[in-house]
């Protein structure tokens, strides 16, 4: 097959838009020699044209001019590294506009911005591929669109913030407390200085959107995503949790019941340490996928960084030079919620097992007193720890496990618990996910 | 879009074809409302159409006639269920030569006829689809074509056969002996009554040359792997494993050294019991793939079975319909080996770690004779085992881990030690393989 030469436009001279050029540069002939594509990048544009970076690039090619790339019609491909939700979105629309196809890893931008995006690149016959914008070097992205798409997807839990697992990992392995694992990872440069859209799980939401909306073949606003990040995350909590056997993660969960309405939430969450999940530590993600045909499928790797998301944007950029992203883009168009049947179940509706932690005073009666709120909204304990004295000044810690529960009863108990004299300070409440394992 | 009915035929009605007529059924609404293609299923082929299946036919779709399916030329994309190389060899061949796209689970056929079969394709005009071939439902196949083609594959280790590892999995945690998990996986229908191709390594040998051939770009044939299959562990040896922290796998291995030489094999591997696949248990299958830009890469999911492999070959028949799996077909061709620089490592060229069991006579001077034979190969002992009056008739085991030592030496080592006065029996001897984890 004679080599065809694919000329790539970047729009974002960061971390990943150099790993972008790096890859290429390593792999084009190998690439070419694989697929009769030889990959060129034809321009870079970033506001900083000086600062130095960990490639070169050829003189001509780093401009902060994006007219230059849009009007070069030699470029069909166009890749937008810029991230946010801001200039993002008016440099991909102008992407389109100039009839090229785009290729980012952007999610915050998919998921706030994705419906208008996609009908933009419709009406101008062009793609937007976007393997790189969930868990980094890990195909998930293709893996629901093509892989299972023969398949309800019946739920998908996912570890897809490398930071915020970075940081649980840590408490767990090391006993270290929120802040010191927060410092950690951003010492390591796994956490951003302004870690806020890592902890808080939004970063995570706007993956789920995203994979979600694949799943369901219907378009998922971050509005249905319920939200909840790891910032109020304890020592103690990992703790007790881990003597119970649980091991917190931060989850992504989409789950879908019989009668086809979907929850969709992002929160810290204790599984079982035997699930799979429970042994994806430091940066990785992973995400179970639970099929109708497959069964349980589940994707492990680096969810971000450097060298996976390019691997993931030059994937992309192969898949559209051969026309695949074209008719997947196509073929798999999106549906707008309201046309679809799916109802998305709110966090209220959620039914949910529970761990809750409650600082008694050390004194007679308590347990009665605990047990009894418990008793009226009708919650049945699955587990209970007090050690003996391991609370400060005059306090003991009680912890509780319970079973399925609504999250209503639940929210009805702590205000109960709250308010008992023998309360100190807010009880603690963490769901627990019991992720079905695919067994023989 | 308007809705595109794709006409479908099948040869073989067994237990996956049936799941494919299932699958499509149940799915069929769901798949035309995602991709506007109205699957259906136009002709099925198979010698006895009067056993009971799982799923009915509509009157005048099962037919012991396959030119019935060929001459049909409303019928574009066929799929091949025959299984084995004989039959199943003409019949894509002449689906090919009807000018029909091909769909097939078919491992055995592509490890030993894939370049006649891909070379007839192309001279047709038609492409091959072969994502059912390897780990059933998991789509660990445009995972490799796909998602990670700009990746150097440096690696792949996997648990490719779901019988094996069932069988494996139970001799670990059971307690039982090899015939006893075999016949336990029989009576589950997890094993055939003839369970040779899977317990001798062989059906995974056929996945490795699928796998090894997308990863390195290059036709691998069933001759440059080295297969060993399962059926001589005993628990002993999974027990003694267990002792210093092994699980026993059937490993399907692809490793890359720096010179770009190839070692591809298939046998009985103690793995870390820390490492992700130690944990891939039952008839479940796993695949790490070690990539130079994505970092590891790790596939879990069910490997067989009828949903799983149905999952696959419809989502298959998506992909030749929509018309990307003749993009990819076209573009990535696999060369023929010697066209590469690929060179294989013959497994006498491998330098690994092993495990060791030696049955000695109880008596004085044993340790100094058998620490002799390896101190003569050069074998340096990582670790040693030996309980007191834990063998049959005054013998006892002893069980040596080793650091990283030629194949030949150890070879030699065998021989030596087989030969001495003090040796009862055939020294036992399995390759313990350090996966490298991908860590921070």
Not at 337 to 341: A, I, P, V, W
Not at 390 to 393: V, Y
């Given at each position: 097959m004679e080599e065809k030469v694919v000329k790539i436009g970047i729009v974002g001279f960061g971390t990943v838009g150099a790993g972008v050029v790096k890859l290429i540069n390593e792999q084009a002939d190998a690439i070419a020699a694989r697929t009769g594509l030889r990959l060129k990048v034809a321009c870079v544009v970033d506001t900083d044209t000086k600062r130095e970076r960990a490639v070169k690039l050829e003189k001509g090619i780093l401009t902060d001019d994006i007219e230059k790339l849009l009007k070069d019609n030699s470029i069909k491909i166009a890749v937008e590294l810029v991230g946010g939700t801001t200039f993002a979105k008016d440099i991909q629309l102008n992407m389109l506009k100039a009839g090229k196809d785009v290729v980012t890893a952007n999610k915050a931008l998919l998921a706030v911005h994705g419906s208008e995006l996609y009908r933009t690149a419709r009406q101008y016959g062009r793609c937007i591929a976007f393997e790189a914008s969930c868990a980094g070097g890990v195909p998930i992205i293709s893996g629901l669109r093509t892989g299972l798409i023969a398949n309800q997807i019946t739920a998908i839990y996912g570890i897809l913030n490398g930071t915020s697992n970075y940081i649980l990992s840590n408490m767990s392995s090391k006993g270290s407390a929120f802040a010191e694992a927060l410092a950690d990872a951003q010492k390591k440069g796994y956490a951003e200085a302004d870690p806020k859209l890592d902890i808080s799980g939004l970063d995570s939401a706007h993956k789920l959107a995203i994979l979600s909306s694949l799943a369901l073949g219907s378009q998922i606003s971050l509005d249905d995503i319920y939200v909840e990040g790891i910032e109020n995350v304890s020592q103690d909590d990992i703790r007790n949790g881990a003597e119970m056997g649980y091991v917190l993660k931060l989850l992504a969960i989409c789950q879908r019941a019989g009668d086809g309405s979907v929850s969709l939430r992002v929160h810290p969450a204790f599984i079982n340490n035997d699930n799979g999940l429970a042994r994806v530590n430091g940066p990785f993600n992973a995400i179970s996928i639970f099929a109708s045909a497959a069964g349980e499928v589940m994707y492990y790797g680096r969810g971000a960084g450097m060298m996976p998301t390019a691997s993931a944007v030059v994937s992309d950029i192969i898949d559209v030079a051969i026309g695949n992203s074209a008719n997947t883009f196509n073929r798999m168009e999106l549906k707008p919620?309201?046309?679809?049947?799916i109802k998305i179940n709110k966090i209220d509706n959620l039914v949910s097992r529970f761990y809750i932690r409650i600082m008694c005073k050390d004194q007679a009666g308590v347990m009665a007193q605990w047990s009894k709120v418990l008793a009226e909204n009708k919650i049945s304990i699955s587990g209970a720890i007090q050690h003996e004295g391991?609370?400060?000044?005059n306090t003991v810690p009680v912890v509780i496990a319970t079973h399925s529960t609504p999250e209503k009863s639940i929210n009805a108990a702590l205000t109960g618990l709250a308010r008992l004299d023998s309360t100190c300070g807010k009880p603690v409440c963490i769901r627990i996910v019991d992720i079905p394992e695919d067994k023989e």
């Open positions: 919620q309201g046309s679809t049947n391991s609370g400060p000044k």
